[in-house]
C-alpha cells in the first residue's frame, strides 16, 4: 500500500515542515518515492547543484527530488545508516547544511536560516533510531541462528539423562521429572 498525496500532506503538516518554496512538483511525485512506512520526519526546500530541490528526511533516508521543467524527475538519496555527520550554517537570511556519508559531501544550500539546525538535529536523530533499530534486527537475526545450537544441546542432553535410565542411575520417574523440567513444561 503507498501513500496518497493527502497522506503524505498531512504527515509534512504533522512534521512541521513549513517552507516548501518552488517544490510543488517534486511534492506530487512523493507517492511514488516513499516506501511503505516509511514517515516524513521533517522537510525543506533549498538549492542543491543549483537546482531547487526538496529535501526531506525520514525514518530510513534523507531524499533530495528535483522535477525539472523539462527533464523527468532526479531522485538522490542517503540512507540513514550511511550518515555519517551533518554540519549546518546558519547567515543573516539563509542557511545550509552539509551531509557527509563516507568521502561524499551532500550540500542542500539557500535553506531558511530557522530550518537549518531543525533539519541537521532530525537527520542527527533520525540516523541514530535507524543504526539502533539495524542493531537490534541483527542480534534478533542472531538470537534465532543460535536456536539451532540450543535445540541441539538440549537434545544431547535428554540422551544423556536417557543413558542413565539405561544405566540403572536414574528411574524412569526422575527422568520424566527432569525432561519436564528442560523442556518447560
Request: charged content about 30%; proline content about 2%; hydrophobic content about 35%.
Amino acid at each position: 500500500m503507498s501513500y496518497t498525496l493527502d497522506e503524505i500532506k498531512e504527515q509534512m503538516e504533522n512534521a512541521g515542515i513549513s517552507d516548501l518554496w518552488g517544490t510543488k512538483r517534486e511534492v506530487k511525485e512523493l507517492p511514488k518515492i516513499l516506501n511503505d512506512n516509511e514517515i516524513i520526519k521533517y522537510g525543506c526546500s533549498g538549492f542543491n547543484n543549483n537546482n531547487t530541490v526538496l529535501c526531506l528526511c525520514t525514518n530510513q533516508r534523507v531524499i533530495f527530488l528535483d522535477k525539472g521543467l523539462l527533464y523527468g524527475i532526479k531522485s538522490t538519496e542517503i540512507p540513514l545508516d550511511m550518515v555519517n555527520g551533518v554540519s549546518y550554517e546558519k547567515g543573516l537570511i539563509m542557511g545550509k547544511i552539509a551531509i557527509t556519508n563516507g568521502a561524499n559531501v551532500t550540500k542542500l544550500e539557500q535553506i531558511s536560516k530557522g530550518d537549518a539546525p531543525i533539519m541537521a538535529d532530525t537527520i542527527k536523530k533520525e540516523s541514530i533510531n535507524y543504526k539502533k533499530s539495524l542493531q537490534v534486527e541483527n542480534n534478533n537475526s542472531s538470537a534465532q541462528s543460535e536456536a539451532p545450537n540450543d535445540t541441539d544441546n538440549l537434545i544431547k542432553q535428554l540422551r544423556e539423562l536417557k543413558d542413565l535410565v539405561d544405566e540403572g542411575i536414574l528411574t524412569e520417574e526422575e527422568f520424566e521429572a527432569k525432561k519436564k523440567q528442560l523442556l518447560n513444561l
